[in-house]
């Protein structure tokens, strides 16, 4: 690549996935904890497009209904002719989960990064 034909002020662009770490509470409406959480990944990492029906481990402790889970979501930047970073977040996608506890409806919900700690509450199955 010939850099000296290449204009010093260009902004670049990648896309690519970034991690994200998403920690917080699982309980009933009523306040328990479900005994055991599954999660399954129903979104694809990439905004292709694609369903997914894919289980996602978690680290889950029913006394406290505390869980970290870790996923990944799209993430795309830019970058200057320079090697600086743009100022800024990255643009991000979401990953989207689909949370299941015996005795509780299952629920469909969306992390994003730069969450703050959550509480998902599940509604008791009939």
Known sequence: VDDSRRDKTTLLHGDGITSVMVTGE????????PRTVRFYRTNDSM???SKQDRHAPLLYDFQSGR???????FAAYNYGGNGQAEPGPYQTG???????????VPLVVQFFDEMPDVRITLDQSQ
């Open 94 to 104: 979401s990953a989207q989960i689909r949370v299941e506890a015996a005795g509780f």
């Open 26 to 33: 699982i309980r009933g409406a009523d306040g328990s904890h």
């Open 47 to 49: 905004l292709l497009g």
């Open 67 to 73: 869980f970290v889970f870790l996923t990944s979501v």
